[in-house]
């Protein structure tokens, strides 16, 4: 496992899965940035998710900024996220 995180920082290629990481906690909505190996680039991917009337509804979203490393593209994914539920709320599951 470590001789392929690091080969790939070596060689500038990206791992060819994806990440998945613990959900982020946001006005009741849980985050989880899930970024997507794009070349030798990781694309901003994730999910938004919340329990409505007992249903778990949940909205997925791929974007087409990519950044040099999982950690980034995850923390990126983050912050659209949060600034997605500010403005949009429920609306994103409809």
């Known amino acids: 496992m470590l001789g392929k995180i690091f080969g790939s920082l070596f060689s500038g290629k990206a791992d060819n899965t994806s990440v998945k990481a613990e959900a982020v906690l946001h006005e009741g909505y849980e985050i ?3 970024p997507r190996p794009s070349g ?12 409505i009337d007992g249903t778990r509804k ?9 950044m040099p490393s999982a950690d ?23």
Not at 40 to 51: C, L, M, N, S, Y
Not at 58 to 66: G, L, P
């Open 32 to 34: 989880f940035a899930e």
């Open 40 to 51: 030798a680039q990781w694309q901003v991917a994730g999910r938004i998710e919340k329990d």
């Open 58 to 66: 949940s909205h997925v979203f791929i974007r087409a900024d990519t």
């Open 72 to 94: 980034e593209a995850s923390e990126h994914m983050i912050r659209k996220a949060k600034v997605m539920i500010d403005q949009q709320g429920e609306s994103l599951f409809h």
